[in-house]
């Protein structure tokens, strides 16, 4: 079976540090995968978005950057944090269409950033 | 933009009753549909998802009903228990460029009494 996993869970970091968050998945190949921001109370919002190793689509600009080193390797960075960078992250994958179009996105468990 | 000081919308409901939780979407293209389920501190879940050539859709203890003509979507909890209380999402899909994406609703916080 497939699974994903996001580290790490929680982070404090000062503000103008860098950042990088990992994310992988096991158990399938060729994986759509997404980054996604959660603040309180609020929808997800996209961040970045990959079909294949080193092919990263953004959705909204920002402070963040986002690299597919490896097929399943998903990871989320920053050369210096800001305030508003603070949130909770949440990694997720996909079958790409050709593979499945009907098939939903599948999550972390998410990393709760905090800027200090 | 986001709006300042949104309060998720909550329901509460007494363990044993059924739940119903609704969605609007917003695009008439949108053909694929999912209900996730959040409990604090983690990431969605997924619970069941439907077509858009569909008007309902049966899991276990969850069912999803679709209404294309006034763009709503539902999801009903049979005989809710403490462990359903959650932060609930729809999404919707679209197509984007050669791909799609999901738009997430901004959740309805379901709160089970005992």
């Known amino acids: 079976s497939q699974t994903i996993h996001q580290w790490p869970a929680t982070l404090v970091q000062p503000v103008g540090s860098p950042l990088s968050l990992e994310c992988t998945v096991e158990?399938?190949?060729?994986?759509?995968l997404y980054w996604y921001r959660q603040a309180a109370g609020r929808g997800l919002q996209l961040l970045f978005y990959?079909?294949?190793?080193?092919?990263i689509s953004s959705e909204v600009p920002q402070n963040l950057s986002a690299s597919r080193p490896q097929d399943r390797q998903f990871i989320l960075s920053s050369k210096k944090l800001l305030l508003s960078d603070s949130g909770f992250y949440l990694c997720?994958?996909?079958?790409?269409?050709?593979?499945?179009?009907?098939?939903?996105?599948?999550f972390g468990d998410g990393t709760r950033l905090s800027i200090l | 933009g986001e709006s300042v000081g949104l309060h998720l919308p909550t329901l509460s409901v007494q363990e044993g009753d059924n739940s119903i939780i609704n969605c609007a979407y917003s695009?008439?293209?949108?053909?694929?549909f999912i209900w996730y389920k959040q409990e604090s501190g983690k990431g969605p879940q997924f619970i069941i998802d439907?077509?858009?050539?569909?008007d309902k859709r049966q899991g276990q203890r969850v069912t999803v009903l679709l209404n294309k003509t006034v763009k709503h979507l539902s999801l009903q909890i049979a005989a809710t228990q403490p462990g359903d209380s959650a932060v609930y999402f729809c999404?919707?899909?679209?197509?984007?460029?050669?791909?799609?994406?999901?738009?997430f609703g901004k959740g309805t916080l379901l709160t089970v009494n005992p």
């Open positions: 997720a994958w996909s079958v790409p269409p050709h593979r499945g179009f009907n098939q939903p996105q599948h």
């Open positions: 158990g399938t190949s060729n994986p759509n």
């Open positions: 990959s079909v294949g190793i080193g092919q």
């Open positions: 695009n008439s293209a949108s053909d694929y």
């Open positions: 439907i077509r858009s050539n569909m």
């Open positions: 999404a919707e899909r679209k197509m984007w460029g050669s791909n799609y994406k999901l738009t």
